[in-house]
């Protein structure tokens, strides 16, 4: 529990430190759509060469409901009560982002948090190795997503404070979901697949259509090095 809490918090510090990316404007933002087109290959990488097959060590029978059953929540949660959500920086300067819309955003964004905080836990619970793999999926994305309510907040007419402690509370969101598994360890047979299912949708849904927003082949390159990033981790770090 106290390294996957503490892998947890490494976590959440990325969510505010991609806020302050935003809010410190000398920062490059390009690097942003490196790290969410990297995350998003090895995220999917380790969704369907790890987690999905634990999942299946519980019950092959329950866990691809409880997998369907995260994407569902996750879809349903962005196209009814955060319509608006989109990953990186908010473009729609020409449209009047309501405070109501700007919160509905953040609310979103703290229930994938809480399922990153979630699936590092579970992961942890089950082996070393996995965890760490998960860690590294969800680290990859932490910076980009505090950058994208942070933007979010800000197109709203928050103040740059208040930007900074919507992230704040992406990484309390994230802290929660490492120890709702770290106290209740058995919860990890449903844990494990749902956020394998959050995951599925985050990396499918959200991250890959920014990184098929850049026009050339770079962005692709640099997905598929993240999945060769997972292949090679996944192959010379040990079994433990």
């Not at 990316?21 to 920062?27: C, D, E, K, M, T």
């Not at 919160?103 to 979103?108: D, E, K, N, P, T």
């Not at 704040?168 to 494990?192: D, E, H, K, R, Y």
Request: net charge neutral; proline share 4%.
């Amino acid at each position: 529990m106290l390294l996957s809490l503490v892998l947890g918090a490494v976590a959440a510090v990325a969510d505010i430190f991609g806020g302050l990316v935003l809010v410190r404007a000398n920062w490059e933002k390009r690097y942003l759509r490196y790290s969410v087109a990297l995350g998003a290959g090895f995220m999917l990488a380790v969704v369907f060469l790890e987690m999905l097959p634990e999942s299946m060590h519980f019950s092959p029978k329950w866990a691809p409901l409880l997998v369907l059953a995260g994407y569902c929540s996750i879809h349903l949660l962005e196209h009814t009560i955060v319509p608006h959500f989109h990953f990186g920086e908010e473009t729609h300067h020409e449209e009047f982002i309501s405070a109501r819309t700007s919160y509905s955003v953040l609310a979103g964004l703290a229930v994938h948090a809480f399922f990153d905080g979630v699936a590092i836990a579970s992961g942890f619970v089950l082996s070393n190795l996995l965890g760490w793999l998960i860690f590294i999926a969800i680290f990859l994305h932490k910076v980009p997503e505090g950058f994208t309510v942070a933007s979010v907040m800000m197109a709203s007419g928050r103040s740059r404070n208040a930007a900074v402690i919507a992230t704040a509370v992406l990484a309390t969101a994230t802290l929660l979901g490492v120890l709702a598994i770290g106290f209740t360890p058995s919860w990890v047979q449903a844990g494990l697949p749902l956020s394998a299912g959050v995951a599925i949708y985050v990396a499918a849904t959200d991250l890959v259509p920014e990184v098929n927003r850049e026009p050339g082949i770079r962005m692709a390159l640099v997905f598929f090095a993240g999945v060769v990033l997972f292949l090679l981790l996944r192959l010379f770090l040990p079994s433990v």
